[in-house]
């Protein structure tokens, strides 16, 4: 299914733009700043969720997003919700995304990276809502604001079965960055399907970009792939019939501690870039062992 719809974007971005759209959203200011002390509290009212709706600048597969989030009180987490935009209000659920280790309200910190599975197309003719909400209510995090920028947010709480939606001075810190093309990836290939990672003993990992109908896997530059939340590098790649039907796939290799997959990591995506400049993004879940 998703090779004819990649092909068409892929197309489809050619003509448009003639380059890769990465960013298609971003309120972060110069060298990714954003306001210290000022953002939306979640979590002080039980189940508080709030976010605010954009449109994305181009289509493509849902690959990063960049926020701001701290913690206010209590256990420093935060839950990330992408919906869909249903007639002005958060539709259906896209994806969700939980942070934890939440550096403290009004200090310096980095935006946190979340990579997202890379299966959820964002189209630039729709509107998307992300939300912030706390797992831990009544504890307090908070989702930064941008420097500047107002915009339409929507709130609810365990009392309000339906969103309340009203413009808002302010909006909250976001970057959002998409690829071009959904991929087949197989993590481990050739073994079981839970991908067994022992973070103690495994020292590298293969990760194979599948050959499928409408994508070349060979096309992929390897020196532009990242795999796993700390983005690892492959260490060295090669050309093989990893699944043994008659066209070259891509395998790859990357050292596990590089890749940053931990007792938690249920799912690892890897991007790159083709020889002429579009962006893939392909997911494959892991199980990671020994874990309490
Ligand atoms: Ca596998
Ligand atoms: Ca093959």
Not at 11 to 27: C, E, M, Q, Y
Not at 244 to 256: P, Y
């Amino acid at each position: 299914m998703y090779s004819r719809i990649s092909i068409v974007i892929a197309t489809l971005f050619l003509v448009s733009t003639g380059i890769n759209a990465a960013t298609v959203f971003d309120n972060f200011g110069p060298d990714m700043s954003f306001d210290c002390c000022s953002g939306q509290g979640v979590g002080s009212l039980a189940d508080q969720e709030i976010g605010f709706i954009f449109t994305p600048s181009n289509s493509g597969y849902l690959s990063n997003i960049y926020v701001a989030a701290s913690t206010l009180s209590g256990t420093g987490e935060i839950i990330f919700t992408l919906y869909s935009d249903n007639a002005g209000e958060p539709g259906a659920v896209l994806e969700e995304f939980n942070l934890s280790g939440l550096p403290d309200y009004t200090t310096d910190f980095q935006p946190q990276q979340i990579i997202a599975s890379g299966e959820t197309f964002l189209d630039s003719s729709r509107s998307y809502w992300l939300t912030a909400s706390h797992p831990n209510a009544p504890d307090i995090s908070v989702w930064n604001d941008a420097i500047s920028g107002g915009s339409t947010v929507a709130w609810r709480d365990s009392t309000v079965t339906s969103w309340l939606v009203q413009p808002h001075e302010r909006q909250s810190a976001l970057r959002v960055e998409v690829s071009d093309t959904n991929i087949t990836i197989d993590i481990k290939p050739g073994k079981n399907t839970e991908n067994i990672i022992n973070i103690r003993k495994d020292r590298s990992l293969k990760v194979a970009i599948i050959h499928d109908t409408g994508f070349d896997a060979t096309q992929v530059d390897p020196a532009t792939v990242t795999f796993g939340p700390a983005n690892a590098s492959p260490t060295k790649y090669q050309v093989r019939d990893i699944d043994r039907d008659g066209d070259a796939d891509m395998l790859l290799t990357f050292e596990v501690k590089d890749t940053g997959i931990d007792c938690g990591t249920t799912s690892a995506t890897l991007t790159g870039f083709t020889g002429s400049g579009d962006g893939v993004v392909g997911g494959d879940s892991v199980t990671v062992e020994p874990c309490p």
